[in-house]
């Protein structure tokens, strides 16, 4: 059978992605491999669910968007699932690098930045203080 997303989840809105699930309350159709991240944003409503399918997967990226409290509400529920404090380590919460982001857009900038900072094994540092020699040598 066919899975048919809510009416409100409509490709026109999201054109690049291979797949939208809406419907799948359960995270059963949540499968990520180690090459996916996985970036919990569900306003509360099922994190801890799809938390518990993400952790016990091998994604390489595991995060949620919220607030400090609601991850550390998160990681009490997650230890009475019976994970580690070592397994716990992979989720990142809040998510992103801390950019001062405030907006929706920005939130999302921070995320992917933390993303691909993880994954090209980046500092997370400014550039100009990364690179201690000068890109530029000036002609005397």
């Not at 992605?17 to 991240?37: C, F, H, K, W």
């Not at 091998?58 to 609601?70: C, D, E, L, Q």
């Amino acid at each position: 059978q066919a899975h048919q997303p809510p009416a409100n989840l409509e490709r026109f809105r999201f054109p690049q992605a291979t797949e939208l699930i809406g419907d799948d309350y359960s995270y059963e159709r949540l499968n990520p491999t180690v090459a996916d991240s996985v970036v919990i944003a569900t306003q509360h409503k099922g994190d801890h669910l799809s938390a518990v399918r993400a952790l016990r997967s091998p994604a390489s990226y595991i995060a949620i968007i919220a607030s400090r409290k609601r991850a550390s509400l998160m990681c009490d529920f997650l230890r009475g699932e019976g994970f580690t404090d070592r397994e716990l380590a992979r989720l990142r919460a809040p998510a992103g690098l801390d950019l001062g982001a405030w907006t929706p857009a920005e939130i999302a900038l921070s995320i992917l930045a933390e993303i691909v900072m993880l994954r090209r094994g980046g500092s997370g540092l400014p550039r100009t203080a990364a690179n201690a020699s000068p890109q530029f040598i000036q002609a005397s």
